[in-house]
DNA sequence: CGTTCTTTTGACCAGTTGGTCAAACCAGAA
DNA sequence: TTCTGGTTTGACCAACTGGTCAAAAGAACG
């Protein structure tokens, strides 16, 4: 029988996952260390090994609260709403995801970039079936005219690409605009974009 | 004044840079080691020190024989040949960079993940000056109604996501796809794509 | 106030890390 | 064959790594 929380308990792993999140999404798993994380939420590093017993540990929090919320914006994806507005709402959505979570979308690149060992089996079973279930509702679509007939799967992965890569490179983005803020200009941009690649023709 | 250098030179420095970008390309600069990079090589770690001077020498030169290759597919973008087949060119020669030199592309993600603190200078200098020069170029085709009216930055970043996120998620990719070869898909996913993208309309 | 439970810390540990060095080894030219 | 210069290695080092522990310091509550 867990015990509720104190506060302190509540203030101090919330710093935890915070300070974590900025350094793993930053240099990965194996760049982090516990000295960074335990620095950065103001901890020492015993007594960050209080609330957590691993950097792992850290980690799998971290992680698993990702996932959770990750794939909820395609869940969202409605098979009997109006198809351009419904695939286009999700890209919007995941773009407002990778300007206030870019810390999340990072974490996430890393993981996979460092081959995905902690969440492979997830990504084979848990997304892969979400992913062939929409892709399915998406080629209906196609099939019945809807939408111009398109590749669902890498209808999918190119939404991904679009959006993540405001977060994941986001430096790059912004040196090469002279440092201005990209995000407005990119959600008008993919919504053109995605308008002029769904759109069946005349 | 630099001796040439003599076989087993050329043949361990390329054994050690090759090593090196496996290693790197995963784990990024923090989270690789020497250890891991020389065994690896197949060298000792003392003998690998004997070719690079230490750690960062190994990566500064794989970020340097990188970059002087990563932008070379954006520079033969040709203002006077065909708008629509050179961008789509263009697109397909990063497609093809994702398929045949993928961990080249992942060294570079993680390089900009972890901030860019070495390559800062240079996409804000060297890189943003090319791509205002080719983004200039786009401008003036979309001006001329040659091509759809697009953002050419943003067109700019839509190609390297699109392409690049092939190599930097492939682990994702392929878990999706149950483990078949995205690269043959894409290319044609990719060819609609950027046909709709920038028809002019009727 | 005192007691009890939670929280924090300094000292410490074994394994790993990037890097050094002198000595040994080896290939090839004379 | 010997000499020479390039190559390889084992032993070593200081700093850092993830993690432990007992003891001290705070809260909470009657």
Sequence with gaps: MTKAPTRIQKRNRAAILSAGLDIFSQYGFRGATLD????????????????????????????ERLLETWLDPLKALDGSGDPITEIMAYAQRKLAM???????????????LQ???????????????????????????????????????????????????????????????????????????LDHLFQRMLKVEP
């Design 36 to 63: 960074q994380i335990a620095d950065a939420a103001g901890l020492s590093k015993p007594n960050l090994l209080y609330y957590f017993p691993s950097k792992e540990a850290i980690h799998s929090a971290l992680l």
């Design 98 to 112: 990778s300007r206030d979570f870019p810390r999340e979308s990072r974490l996430f690149a890393n993981e996979i």
């Design 115 to 189: 081959g995905a060992p902690r969440i492979e089996e997830i990504l084979k079973s848990d997304l892969k079936r979400l992913v062939d279930q929409k892709a399915e509702i998406i080629k209906a679509w196609a099939d019945d005219g809807k939408i111009a007939a398109i590749d669902p799967h890498h209808l999918i992965f190119s939404i991904w690409a679009l959006t993540q890569h405001y977060a994941d490179f986001d430096v790059q983005v912004r040196a090469v605009l002279g440092g201005r803020d990209p995000f407005p200009d990119a959600a008008t941009h």
